[in-house]
């Protein structure tokens, strides 16, 4: 513990060391060092009051907080359980040893742009529920770590995404009275332009079916989403019991949104699931293991788009195909959010852009008429100028006739 005066400001300073965190405080209104040490002794009996409870609101470490608390409330309230693990393996790794009090805004937006400026040095593996990496599958991700090919940077919305977890194990600490405020609160998020619209032409379509020549199990998961806009997830959760070939529907149970939806099928689409064997309870079962609905089509998928020379292409660009497609038959933004399942119509008004023909007519008549040339242009320059002038003549003779039967009027009246 120590107490100072500034020599620049004249003001009391006093710094102590807690929890292996060196506090430095200016102490208000002191005049001498005995008043500076009493506001010493207060500011560390209300640290200590603090972390002890002594005030009723205890304070615990981050990592026993985010271990013990928000793991718990994600595995039982969230879908994303898998994700905020390694998302909580990085927040422990950065606020390791704080306490929950102790940090501040300020820590956090250092936290943001220490994340977004720290490279990916490796793509992220695909993990499932249920998932063991095999033997080739750790030499894989090994030749890919050493490889030469530059660290990818991170993108925002991955860190805004990791700055959603934090401020959530936040509001968990305000709600458990450990916490008075919000620290993520005062912290902007980042500015994102992920509003990505790649879909599949005719011609890419062709050449990925080629380039899928022998793998027909993957072919059908790419059918049945072009058809029906189904994301990953839905298209492996399916199963023969949310089916309905008579009816022509599919149920979506669970969705991203967490509301079940139902999708109509098209020609392609009932075709397809009515000449899949049932040989599962899954429409799509692992090619490995029947009982087993797929995992990832990931490396297939890539393989094939790489060997088709498709540029710039992901399986949730499927998706947004599908999507495209129906835009561009005529489906308005509600028909279309009502398939693809999405909360805000904001979502599908990206879909719809590109393809309104009523935007397509405006700047058409941007174009000037084949029959005016260039040469006529100053002749018809010129006779619009004579009628300007005559018209304007007219103008001028008829205001002065009317001003002067005005004035007549007027002088006549009583």
Not at 43 to 65: E, T
Not at 220 to 228: K, P, S
Not at 370 to 384: G, M, V, Y
Request: proline share 5%; hydrophobic share 35%; charged share 30%.
């Amino acid at each position: 513990m120590a107490v100072w005066k500034r020599r620049d400001t004249g003001s009391w300073v006093c710094s102590f060391v807690h929890n292996g965190k060196r506090h430095v405080q200016t102490i208000e209104f002191a005049q001498t060092r005995a008043d500076a040490e009493k506001g010493q002794a207060v500011i560390m009996a209300d640290l200590f009051r603090q972390v002890y409870g002594l005030n009723g609101k205890p304070d615990s470490p981050f990592d026993k907080f985010v271990l013990d608390k928000f793991l718990p409330y994600s595995e039982a309230n969230k879908r994303t359980f898998y994700d905020d693990v390694l998302v909580c393996k990085v927040l422990i790794a950065y606020f390791k040893g704080k306490m929950l009090r102790s940090i501040t805004s300020a820590q956090v937006e250092e936290f943001k742009q220490k994340r977004l400026a720290t490279p990916v040095s490796r793509q992220k593996d695909r993990v499932a529920k249920n998932w063991t990496p095999s033997t080739r599958l750790k030499k894989a991700r090994q030749k890919r770590i050493e490889s030469d090919e530059p660290p990818k940077p991170r993108k925002p919305a991955t860190v805004n995404r990791e700055m959603c977890v934090l401020s959530k194990i936040f509001s968990l600490a305000v709600d458990a009275e450990l916490l008075d405020d919000n620290p993520c609160r005062r912290v902007k998020k980042l500015r994102t332009a992920n509003q990505r619209v790649r879909y599949l032409t005719d011609s890419e379509e062709k050449e990925l079916f080629k380039a899928l020549n022998g793998q027909d199990w993957v072919k059908n998961i790419i059918v049945m989403a072009i058809n029906t806009g189904m994301r990953r997830g839905e298209l492996f959760e399916l199963k023969w019991f949310d089916v309905d070939l008579n009816r022509r529907i599919v149920h979506v149970r669970q969705s991203k949104s967490g509301r079940p939806r139902t999708i109509p099928l098209n020609a392609t689409a009932q075709t397809l699931l009515a000449r899949l064997p049932k040989i599962s309870e899954y429409v799509f079962p692992s090619p490995k293991k029947e009982t087993r609905r797929v995992n990832d089509v990931g490396r297939q998928f890539e393989r094939a788009v790489k060997k088709a020379k498709i540029v710039d292409f992901h399986f949730h660009d499927l998706r947004h195909t599908a999507a495209t497609r129906m835009a561009d038959a005529g489906a308005d933004p509600f028909t279309l959010a009502a398939i693809l399942g999405h909360s805000d119509i904001r979502m599908t008004a990206r879909y719809t852009h590109a393809t309104d023909e009523a935007k397509r007519r405006a700047v058409d008549r941007l174009v000037k008429p084949a029959s005016i040339s260039d040469a006529s242009e100053p002749a018809n320059h010129h006779l619009k100028a004579v009628e300007n002038r005559v018209v304007a003549s007219g103008y001028e003779t008829f205001g002065n006739v009317l001003a002067t039967e005005t004035k007549t009027a007027r002088s006549a009246s009583p």
